[in-house]
């Protein structure tokens, strides 16, 4: 993993950890809870590839944990979205209460992030780039729109959350809109170019 992109991680790492004490200090078990596992999960690209060498398929599916690029991005939109649901050293939820708006930041990088992760994946079974775009935008849809079925599904249990039609509509927008970022610098990324 080159040095920049560690750095990435790390500073993410550490904005989530910022926000992990603001949660233990302010006592929000649902921020603890998301803290933790975003911590966790910012932490396996530091440390797998150094303890494991996956092969065959499952090395084409965890090709984007092993991309340091993607990873430094994935980074960067967690320790943000965790920062938007609670703003280090205070209670402010701009996600949920305070700026309902704050989740096009969100839905925009999540967008950006998911489909490189997709492409990333495709990549790896040396598909011609057609098929790649083809397949990763239907996989984005699939799971961008499910991810929006699930949130519908879940209101019920959150009762601070509900969200109307024209608000999933938006997210979707924001969705593909971070896609469509991502399809545009995907040439820059050193993991999607051809040699």
């Known amino acids: 993993m080159g040095g920049r992109?560690?750095?990435?991680?790390?500073?993410?790492?550490?904005?989530?950890?910022?926000g992990l004490l603001t949660a233990f200090y302010y006592g929000r078990s649902d921020h603890i809870y998301r803290c933790s596992v975003a911590?966790?999960?910012l932490s396996i690209p530091l440390w797998l590839p150094k303890v494991y060498t996956p092969k065959g398929t499952l090395k084409n599916l965890l090709a984007p944990v092993y991309d340091a690029e993607i990873m430094a991005f994935l980074g960067v939109f967690i320790?943000?979205?965790?920062?938007l649901v609670n703003v280090p050293f205070t209670t402010i939820d701009l996600f949920h209460k305070e700026w309902r708006d704050a989740d096009m930041i969100s839905h925009f990088l999540g967008g950006l992030v998911l489909w490189l992760i997709i492409a990333r994946v495709l990549v790896e079974f040396n598909l011609p780039w057609?098929?790649?775009l083809k397949y990763s935008i239907v996989a984005f849809y699939i799971l961008a729109i499910g991810w929006e079925v699930a949130e519908k599904v879940s209101e019920s249990e959150i009762s601070f959350i509900?969200?109307?039609?024209g608000n999933k509509i938006r997210d979707l927008v924001m969705d593909s809109l971070g896609m469509i970022v991502g399809i545009k610098i995907r040439?820059?990324?050193?993991?999607f170019?051809?040699?």
């Open 162 to 165: 509900t969200e109307t039609l």
């Open 193 to 195: 170019r051809r040699s």
């Open 39 to 41: 911590l966790f999960g």
């Open 187 to 191: 040439k820059k990324i050193t993991s």
């Open 130 to 132: 057609r098929d790649i």
């Open 79 to 83: 320790a943000i979205h965790v920062s």
């Open 5 to 18: 992109e560690r750095g990435i991680i790390v500073a993410s790492i550490f904005v989530v950890l910022i």
